[in-house]
């Protein structure tokens, strides 16, 4: 990354990333040797085509599964290193999630949802609850507060899941194509209040997405292709 001699240093950096699965007798190459870097809040897109490797990408430097080889590195930390424990902890301390679906839990309430990360990460109730809030209230939901997700939009529930990924104000954001079940108005909405939310929050974050359009919309664009990076623009 080219920080204009600022000395920003690097969330993330992944070095020959590979990963392969085997079916039958084929073994089939997903990642063949990836090279990346994001800086501290910078947001970059991960493009390519269905089967290029970004979910696989974004498992991998998200420690939801093993059987990579390479490097990758997370705030300075080695994640190979990592037993079972460790990759917890970097998940819950460093990283934060977005899907495409928003797998929101259908029993608790939006704050809830946003709620239950900083629990977990061992804050306390009523600091959750006053982040859960803010974060809501800054993506146009402080009147939904109490809604469960089911009286929800699917725009509304993307914001959810949106501020349930910020909510333990991680220094990496992996979002696997945030938008891509939304009708194109409300993408480009949730996909603006995203950008805007993560940039004031001064998390970076890797965003895996098909759509051309609004991978313009973010500092950077790498392109994968057969399961290597061919182009960073």
Do not use: W
């Not at 928003?102 to 309430?109: A, E, R």
Request: proline residues 3%.
């Amino acid at each position: 990354m080219n920080d204009g001699g600022r000395g920003v240093t690097d969330v993330l950096t992944v070095t020959d990333l590979k990963r392969s699965f085997v079916q039958g007798d084929v073994t089939i190459e997903v990642l063949r040797g990836v090279d990346l870097t994001v800086g501290a809040g910078e947001i970059v897109a991960l493009v390519g085509p269905s089967g290029s490797g970004k979910s696989t990408m974004l498992q991998a430097v998200g420690l939801l599964e093993g059987g990579f080889q390479g490097s990758i590195r997370i705030a300075g930390e080695e994640a190979a290193q990592l037993d079972s424990d460790g990759r917890t902890r970097v998940r819950r301390d460093a990283l934060g999630f977005v899907y495409q679906f928003h797998h929101l839990l259908p029993d608790f309430s939006a704050a809830e949802n946003v709620v239950l990360p900083a629990l977990i990460r061992g804050g306390t109730r009523a600091e959750a609850q006053a982040r859960a809030e803010t974060l809501l209230t800054a993506l146009g939901l402080g009147h939904r507060l109490s809604h469960r997700p089911s009286q929800l939009s699917g725009g509304e529930q993307q914001r959810v899941a949106v501020a349930r990924a910020l909510a333990n104000r991680p220094k990496l954001v992996l979002a696997d194509e945030p938008t891509g079940n939304l009708d194109e108005h409300t993408a480009d909405i949730v996909l603006g209040e995203f950008l805007r939310l993560v940039r004031g929050e001064g998390s970076a974050a890797l965003v895996a997405t098909h759509n051309e359009r609004l991978a313009a919309k973010m500092d950077r664009v790498v392109r994968l292709h057969e399961g290597r990076v061919s182009v960073v623009s």
